[in-house]
């Protein structure tokens, strides 16, 4: 069963913009922290944004800081991850996952966090390309 899903990825332009979501299932909707992270073909996956619930932690990766924002509608139940001013680098496989653990801190690990998430979804691909 699918605990996350993703949406919103697709083909844009450098310079252009994308609105990624997050949909997490009743069963995953009470996590500690959630995030976003990335693999692009032939790299390693990468830590992009997480939000943990606790204390309001953020964390953005120093590539995409001021050009990535990560927020969550608490009425929907939804997160997205805002993306601006898009680089053929940010060209990747896109993941959502949640953290339960509630000593978890979504800054202490950097672009690491990913490797303490419990769930994650199948992704969604963002192509930037002219």
């Known amino acids: 069963q699918v605990q996350l899903v993703e949406s919103g990825g697709g083909l844009v332009q450098p310079g252009g913009s994308l609105r990624l979501s997050c949909a997490p299932s009743e069963l995953v909707k009470d996590y500690h922290t959630i995030g976003w992270f990335r693999q692009a073909p032939g790299k390693e996956r990468e830590g992009v944004s997480c939000l943990s619930r606790s204390d309001g932690t953020t964390f953005y990766t120093d590539s995409v800081k001021d050009r990535f924002t990560i927020s969550r509608d608490n009425i929907n139940n939804m997160v997205y991850l805002q993306m601006n001013s898009l680089k053929s680098e940010d060209t990747a496989v896109y993941y959502c996952?949640?953290?339960?653990?509630?000593?978890?801190?979504?800054?202490?690990?950097?672009?690491?966090?990913?490797?303490?998430?419990?769930?994650w979804g199948k992704g969604t691909l963002v192509t930037v390309s002219s």
């Open positions: 996952g949640t953290v339960h653990n509630p000593f978890f801190s979504c800054a202490n690990l950097g672009s690491s966090f990913w490797q303490g998430m419990d769930y």
